[in-house]
């Protein structure tokens, strides 16, 4: 998956319900967009946040 033309290789399988993964993004509007479309690709219910962590802003992305 390309995010702000930076390739992150994101596990989906591996992706557990309670697990959560931070993408760092200047904006966060338009990567939650995708997300959310690729998370409904394997019909997994999710909830993002955009947030700062470490001085870096991104997005934070947990499945429920």
Do not use: H
């Amino acid at each position: 998956m390309q995010i702000e033309k930076v390739n992150y290789q994101i596990n989906w399988k591996k992706f557990k319900k309670g697990s959560s993964f931070f993408i760092p993004c200047l904006e966060p509007k338009n990567v939650k967009k995708l997300l959310v479309a690729e998370t409904k690709r394997f019909n997994y219910k999710v909830v993002s946040k955009i947030t700062i962590e470490d001085k870096v802003r991104g997005i934070r992305i947990w499945r429920v």
